[in-house]
């Protein structure tokens, strides 16, 4: 069974940065679609960015994408979630997750298709 594992939320300002970072039990790292995905009380988890094998990203919304960079170094077998200008809408429970064996350019775009993730890690933004 993989394990996945989210490190480096916590509490930052309203304009604040935070990089997540996400590593995985697998020696194949490399062999992992790998993608961020968030849940706020109350609401549906929904998805932030995904990266595919090869290292093409994809956000979900263009806010994410002018704010928020995914990136992955399979030497570390890390996924990291760099985030810029963090808003209260921003605060949730931040979930990594890993799926295997997908196409070395396909991205991995919805939560159905993943099957292993983390605990998540709690981000919330205030002043």
């Known amino acids: 069974q993989v394990q996945v594992v989210e490190s480096g939320g916590g509490l930052v300002q309203p304009g604040g940065s935070l990089t997540l970072a996400c590593t995985i039990s697998?020696?194949?790292?490399?062999?992992?679609?790998m993608g961020w995905f968030r849940q706020a009380p109350g609401s549906e988890r929904e998805g932030v960015a995904v990266?595919?094998?090869?290292?093409?990203?994809?956000y979900a919304t263009n806010s994410f994408l002018a704010r928020f960079r995914i990136s992955r170094d399979d030497a570390k077998k890390t996924v990291t979630l760099q985030m810029n200008n963090l808003q209260p809408e921003d605060t949730a429970m931040y979930y990594c997750a890993a799926e295997r064996d997908r196409a070395w350019d396909e991205l991995v775009l919805s939560a159905r298709d993943y099957r292993y993730w983390g605990q998540g890690t709690q981000v919330t933004v205030s002043s």
């Open positions: 990266v595919s094998r090869s290292g093409i990203p994809e």
């Open positions: 697998s020696a194949n790292f490399d062999l992992y679609a």
